[in-house]
């Protein structure tokens, strides 16, 4: 059995809730009309936010930031930003 510490499963969620958050900003994300420039900003104010929402109160370990790392480069390389 494979327990889990409290931080390491509120980081899982804040990286489901990034990742529910970039799949509804999907259709402004896609928008040939809009800059790559505000895409961007709009990555870095919401999704990051979101990343990193309430992070101040734990620990980040080499695992933690491995994960943080992952997902952010995830959303990087998504066709749509």
Do not use: H, W
Not at 6 to 24: C, E, G, V
Not at 25 to 48: A, E, H, W, Y
């Amino acid at each position: 059995m494979f327990l889990c510490s409290p931080n390491q499963i509120d980081l899982q969620k804040r990286i489901n809730n990034a990742d529910k958050t970039y799949f509804m900003l999907q259709k402004f994300s896609k928008n040939k009309n809009i800059s790559k420039k505000l895409k961007l900003r709009l990555k870095n104010t919401v999704i990051d936010k979101t990343l990193t929402y309430a992070s101040e109160t734990g620990t980040v370990t080499e695992k933690s930031r491995k994960q943080l790392n992952s997902c952010e480069s995830n959303v990087y390389r998504r066709p749509s930003m």
